[in-house]
């Protein structure tokens, strides 16, 4: 069965660093886009980035633009998620998610996305 396995969240304090992983397994992840979403307490779902299934094209919400970087190595079934220059807005429970296509989706709810992972909590703090 598809599995989603997010780690490398903690706590970082303001300007810090921190990696996502998300190690896929139970599909053929080099055939799927894959996203990050993340969640703030009393806040809504933010679709923060996402990456083609080759890696080819790459979206980012403004919020991070510049300072996330998303990649993937399809040989590893890992994405990643790069935060630099953190700030405590970033605070949030951040999710891995898995596209039913290859492609990035511009402009949809979401539903595109049909297996998300448990979770991982990133707290920007000094």
């Known amino acids: 069965q598809v599995q989603l396995v997010e780690s490398g969240g903690g706590l970082a304090q303001p300007g810090g660093s921190l990696r996502l992983s998300c190690a896929a397994s139970?599909?053929?992840?080099?055939?799927?886009?894959m996203s990050w979403a993340r969640q703030a307490p009393g806040k809504g779902l933010e679709w923060v980035s996402a990456?083609?299934?080759?890696?080819?094209?790459?979206y980012y919400a403004d919020s991070v633009e510049g300072r996330f970087t998303i990649s993937r190595d399809n040989a590893k079934n890992t994405v990643y998620l790069q935060m630099n220059s953190l700030k405590p807005d970033d605070t949030a429970f951040y999710y891995c998610?898995?596209?039913?296509?290859?492609?990035?989706?511009?402009?949809?709810?979401?539903?595109?996305?049909?297996?998300w992972g448990q979770g991982t909590q990133v707290t920007v703090s000094s």
């Open positions: 998610r898995k596209s039913h296509y290859p492609t990035i989706l511009r402009g949809t709810n979401g539903y595109e996305y049909d297996y």
């Open positions: 139970g599909f053929t992840f080099s055939n799927y886009a």
């Open positions: 990456i083609a299934s080759d890696g080819s094209d790459t």
